[in-house]
C-alpha cells in the first residue's frame, strides 16, 4: 500500500525534487503552488506527469500561503484526496531582502505568513491528524543554513528560520509519545533554477535573486550563472542540487531514522563553515 505526503510549494525548484523522490519511494502526492509565481503553470504540469510517470498518485491546489490561514482548507483537501496522511512537508517560501532600515509591515506581514505561520500551521493540522488517526507519521520543514548564520537585509527571513529550527525542538517533543517525529532540513546554497528556466524569466520580481541578464541573453549556458559563480566558495566544490536536499527528506521520513526527531540537518556542501557565507557577503570591505 502505498504512503501519503502532502509537500507546500511541491511544483519547482526544492519541492519538485522532494517530490519525484518521495512518488519513487512509493508515496502519492498532494502539493500546493502558487499560481502567481513565474512559470507555475508550466512547473505544475511538469511536475504531475513526472509524479504520475512513477506509479503515483498526484494532486495540486493553488493556494496562496501568504494569506493567513490557506492552509486550513488545503490540508482538508489534500488528505481527503489522499485517503490518509504519513508524511506532512512544508517547503514553500522566499525571502524579500531588507535591511532593517528598509523595513515595512507589508514585508513583516507576507514573510511572517508565508515563511513561520504556515510551517506552523501545518504542523498543528499534520500532527492532530495523526494523533486523531494513531498514525506513527513524519513532519519535515525545509528551513535555511540562514537560521544560524548572519547576513545582510535578511533579518526577517534569518530570524523566520532561526526560530524555526528552535520551535521544532519542543514541538518534537510534544508528539513524541504518539510515535510521530518532527525534524528541520536546512538547504545551503542549492540550484532551484536550470539555465534555460532562468532564461525563460523576462521580468524579474525582488524574489529571483539568481536571474542575471546574462543569462537571458545567453540562454545556451554559454556564461556562468549565480550558481556556477558561487560553486568555488563551496567546500565541497559545487552548488547543492534539489535532489541533495530530497535525499536528506527521503532519509529522516524513513525507518532508517526511526530514532531521529527533533533535529535540523544542514545540507550545504560545507558552505557556512568557513565564515560569511555567499550572495550579499562583503568580504570586498573586509568581512569575514
Known amino acids: 500500500m502505498r504512503k501519503k505526503a502532502i509537500i507546500t510549494g511541491g511544483e519547482s525548484g526544492i519541492g519538485r525534487g522532494i517530490s519525484l523522490a518521495l512518488a519513487k519511494e512509493g508515496y502519492d502526492i498532494a502539493f500546493s503552488y502558487y499560481s502567481g509565481a513565474i512559470n507555475s503553470e508550466y512547473f505544475v504540469e511538469k511536475t504531475t506527469k513526472d509524479i504520475e510517470a ?6 495540486s491546489y493553488d493556494v496562496d500561503l501568504s494569506v493567513p490561514n490557506a492552509t486550513d482548507s488545503f490540508f ?17 517560501g522566499v525571502n524579500k531582502p531588507r535591511a532593517i532600515q528598509d ?26 491528524y495523526m494523533i486523531d488517526n494513531n498514525i506513527k507519521g513524519n513532519i519535515i520543514n525545509i ?13 526577517l527571513y534569518c530570524g ?26 536546512a538547504p545551503g546554497a542549492v540550484r532551484i533554477r536550470t539555465k534555460e528556466e532562468i532564461a525563460a524569466i ?68 560545507g558552505l557556512i563553515l568557513p565564515g560569511i557565507p555567499e550572495g550579499s557577503a562583503r568580504t570586498d570591505e573586509g568581512w569575514g
Open 160 to 185: 523566520m528560520k532561526a526560530g524555526l529550527n528552535k520551535m521544532i525542538e519542543a514541538y518534537a517533543l510534544d508528539v513524541a509519545e504518539y510515535g510521530i517525529r518532527i525534524n528541520n532540513v
Open 103 to 128: 523595513f515595512s509591515d507589508d514585508n513583516l506581514d507576507f514573510l511572517l505568513n508565508l515563511d513561520f505561520r504556515s510551517y506552523i500551521k501545518m504542523m498543528h493540522l499534520s500532527a492532530r
Open 202 to 269: 523576462k521580468e524579474p520580481t525582488d524574489m529571483e535573486y539568481y536571474w542575471d541578464k546574462k543569462i537571458v541573453e545567453n540562454p545556451n549556458g554559454e556564461v556562468s550563472d549565480f550558481w556556477d559563480n558561487l560553486s568555488d566558495t563551496v567546500p565541497l566544490g559545487r552548488a547543492g542540487t534539489p535532489e541533495d536536499i530530497a535525499n536528506a527528506v527521503t532519509f529522516l521520513a524513513s525507518d532508517k531514522a526511526s530514532y531521529i526527531t527533533g533535529i535540523t540537518l544542514r545540507i550545504d556542501g
Open 54 to 59: 512513477l506509479g503515483a498518485k498526484c494532486y
Open 76 to 92: 482538508k483537501e489534500a488528505v481527503e484526496a489522499l485517503g490518509s496522511l504519513d508524511l506532512c512537508i512544508s517547503n514553500a
Open 143 to 155: 528551513t535555511s543554513s540562514r537560521g544560524e548564520r548572519s547576513y545582510p537585509n535578511c533579518g
